[in-house]
């Protein structure tokens, strides 16, 4: 059965300090998420990516954030300069279609820690 | 905004019994999507049953099951025959347009033997 990875499963990394996370979707699927779940807290929504742009982004998507497609397969999260509250577990999910019909699948997350 | 409301912070089931987990949403959307995740140990986020809000029949998928009340604005998860491997926290999310889901802050089912 296909389904989403992400790599690297746990990063750890200085404050200050970019960070890369990747994800390969579903290969038929053609929207792209990211979510992060702070240790012991709900799921949030951060992003949103199709056609090669961001569909939505929420309030915590802010400028330190990237979201790429760098080829056909892969689908990255970049954090730019990593502050200790980025801390958490990140989640890539993917969709077949979109306008809300489609369930997102979900990666097994990759866990960030920063220091 | 939309707000999903999983009111049972724990819940603790004995193996082979049932239990229910509740959940309640606010939306002024009529047409919408539901789902039940499931996050074991590994924190994986695994899929457990979908419901579109124009289908008034429950959806049903092998021992889990779901009671969706759409005038309530309720969609509750019912576990059949409880089996240890279902000990995990659930998480109920919504969705509308824009495909992003909204979860509520979780429960955590214990399956005790």
């Known amino acids: 059965e296909p389904e989403v990875t992400q790599t690297p499963s746990h990063q750890v990394t200085q404050m200050g300090q970019e960070v890369i996370l990747r994800c390969v979707p579903i290969s038929n699927h053609l929207y792209f998420y990211w979510y992060r779940q702070i240790l012991g807290q709900k799921v949030e929504f951060l992003v949103s990516?199709?056609?090669?742009?961001?569909?939505?982004k929420s309030e915590i998507f802010d400028d330190q954030f990237s979201v790429e497609r760098p080829d056909g397969s892969n689908f990255t999260l970049k954090i730019r300069s990593t502050k200790l509250e980025d801390s958490a577990m990140y989640f890539c999910a993917s969709s077949e279609g979109g306008a809300g019909t489609d369930t997102q699948y979900f990666g097994p997350g990759t866990r960030l820690t920063v220091l | 905004a939309q707000t999903v409301t999983q009111s049972q912070p724990e819940m603790s089931v004995q193996e082979a019994e049932t239990v229910t987990l509740s959940c309640t949403y606010d939306?002024?959307?009529?047409?919408?999507?539901l789902f039940w995740y499931k996050q074991p140990p590994s924190r994986q986020m695994i899929l457990v049953i979908r419901?579109?809000?124009?289908?008034?029949q429950n959806a049903t998928e092998n021992r889990f099951s779901v009671n969706f009340q759409k005038a309530a604005k309720s969609f509750s998860l019912k576990i059949s025959d409880s089996q240890l491997g279902d000990t995990a926290m659930y998480f109920c999310a919504f969705m509308e347009y824009g495909n992003k889901l909204v979860f509520g802050a979780g429960t955590i089912l214990r399956v005790k033997s």
């Open positions: 990516f199709y056609n090669n742009e961001i569909s939505e």
């Open positions: 419901q579109e809000a124009y289908k008034q």
């Open positions: 939306t002024s959307e009529s047409n919408y999507y």
